[in-house]
């Protein structure tokens, strides 16, 4: 299983970014996508995540900036991020997987844990100055 994210940059505040990720190896037809991210000094903290493309939860923090989606094919995630604000500024990472614990966080409306998700992509630095 491969994820590879596109779509970062540098912005200004109150500029918008659109991340992208695309799974490649996945048999799984439904399986969970999230987006988390990292700050310098700070532990990786869940951002947003869906589920068949209907369920997603987005954290506190960006909901109503933030926008999770994905395409027909469940083979790409987005994550538009309009709005940003300095303090959103870290690397974003995608992850998947097709286990029953991110299934249930999604559709519960409730933040993920790391291990919840078995696949990672190398992270897309986002810089908001």
């Known amino acids: 299983v491969q994820l590879v994210e596109s779509g970062g940059g540098s912005v200004q505040p109150g500029g918008s970014l659109r991340l992208s990720c695309v799974v490649s190896g996945y048999s799984s037809h439904s399986h969970c996508m999230g987006w988390f991210r990292q700050a310098p000094g700070k532990a990786r903290e869940a951002v947003a995540t869906?589920?068949?493309?209907?369920?997603?939860w987005h954290a506190d923090s960006i909901k109503g900036r933030f926008a999770i989606s994905q395409d027909s094919t469940e083979t790409t995630v987005y994550l538009q991020m309009n709005n940003l604000k300095p303090e959103d500024s870290a690397i974003y990472y995608c992850?998947?997987?097709?286990?029953?614990?991110?299934?249930?966080?999604?559709?519960?409306?409730?933040?993920?844990?790391?291990?919840?998700?078995?696949?990672w992509g190398q992270g897309t630095q986002v810089t908001v100055s």
């Open positions: 992850a998947a997987d097709s286990g029953r614990e991110c299934t249930i966080a999604t559709m519960s409306q409730r933040a993920p844990s790391l291990s919840d998700y078995a696949y």
């Open positions: 869906i589920y068949a493309r209907g369920s997603a």
